[in-house]
């Protein structure tokens, strides 16, 4: 009789033991599911808002090189949210499927941050050099340029990867007016 109350026992220890790590179990789940929604929606709202400024930044970079063409140099504050690269960062944490995509995002992120730094450099440099800029600068502030426009361009596809990953089932998500944004942007390289 004494070993059946001793089982009774170790039951009655263990049923709200094993219940208690069930719903710690169940409420990691939910806390991720629930910042994984939250990530997803924030960061389709960065990319989209971001995306669409694919073309314009592209604009701008055109209008600061004819600038440049004509002696003047004129700056233009070009930001690339942090906050969306964070975001990427945790979205490759908590979607598996998704990691290389994100991964991608973040490094043409970081390309494009580090081109846009080069940039600036180059026409400080060129700032405080004498008024009529030497062909070699001209050169290495054009090619600059040139290479950032591209990467804008590659970092908005790895955005449209994103996007075409976030929402594969979201028959209503109008991926061809972001391939014409893509290829309109192209044209201004």
Same mark, same amino acid.
């Given at each position: 009789?004494?070993?059946?109350?001793?089982?009774?026992?170790i039951?009655?220890?263990?049923?709200p033991? /094993?219940?208690s790590?069930v719903?710690?179990l169940v409420?990691?789940?939910?806390?991720?599911?629930? *910042?994984?929604?939250?990530?997803?929606?924030?960061?389709?709202?960065?990319?989209?808002?971001d995306?669409k400024d694919?073309?314009n930044?592209?604009?701008v970079?055109?209008?600061?090189l004819?600038?440049l063409?004509?002696?003047?140099v004129?700056?233009?504050n070009?930001?690339?949210?942090?906050?969306l690269?964070?975001c990427?960062?945790?979205?490759?944490?908590?979607?598996?499927?998704?990691?290389a995509?994100y991964?991608?995002?973040?490094a043409?992120?970081e390309?494009v941050?580090n081109?846009h730094k080069? %940039?600036?450099?180059?026409?400080?440099m060129?700032?405080?050099?004498?008024?009529k800029i030497?062909?070699?600068?001209?050169?290495?502030i054009?090619?600059?340029?040139?290479a950032l426009?591209?990467d804008? /361009?590659?970092?908005?596809?790895? *955005? %449209?990867?994103i %996007?075409k990953?976030l929402?594969k089932?979201d028959n209503?998500?109008?991926?061809?007016?972001?391939?014409?944004?893509?290829?309109?942007?192209r044209?201004l390289?």
């Amino acid at each position: 009789m004494e070993d059946h109350s001793f089982f009774l026992e170790i039951i009655k220890l263990t049923i709200p033991f /094993v219940f208690s790590l069930v719903l710690i179990l169940v409420s990691y789940r939910y806390n991720k599911y629930i *910042e994984y929604k939250s990530k997803k929606s924030h960061l389709i709202k960065g990319i989209t808002n971001d995306f669409k400024d694919c073309i314009n930044i592209c604009t701008v970079l055109n209008t600061q090189l004819d600038y440049l063409k004509q002696g003047e140099v004129k700056y233009y504050n070009i930001d690339f949210p942090i906050s969306l690269s964070d975001c990427a960062k945790r979205m490759a944490e908590l979607d598996c499927s998704g990691s290389a995509k994100y991964s991608t995002y973040l490094a043409f992120t970081e390309i494009v941050r580090n081109d846009h730094k080069n %940039l600036i450099s180059l026409l400080n440099m060129a700032a405080n050099s004498s008024p009529k800029i030497n062909n070699i600068l001209y050169g290495a502030i054009a090619s600059q340029f040139k290479a950032l426009k591209k990467d804008i /361009v590659l970092k908005a596809e790895s *955005e %449209l990867e994103i %996007l075409k990953h976030l929402n594969k089932k979201d028959n209503s998500f109008d991926f061809k007016a972001y391939n014409t944004i893509i290829e309109s942007a192209r044209l201004l390289i």
